[in-house]
């Protein structure tokens, strides 16, 4: 069970990095057409932000659980 729930975070937190990912490569290639974000440099900091943050909980899961196997 441990294994299990390590591993779902460690999912969740790779599709946090994908979406914010995604996120700044449409900020960087078509920054005009988010209209909800005038400011693109703080828009793009924020998704930064979001994937520093997951990568950090990722190391985090493999330091202190590698004990639950690979989570790679």
Known sequence: MKYQI???LHQKYLGVIAEA???VEIYLTNPAGIGEHPD???A???Q???IAEAEHHIEILQKRF???NSID
Do not use: G, S, W, Y
């Open 6 to 8: 390590v591993k779902a």
């Open 21 to 23: 990912e995604a996120n």
């Open 40 to 42: 693109v440099l703080d």
């Open 44 to 46: 793009i900091h924020t």
């Open 48 to 50: 930064l932000r979001k």
């Open 66 to 68: 590698n004990d639950c």
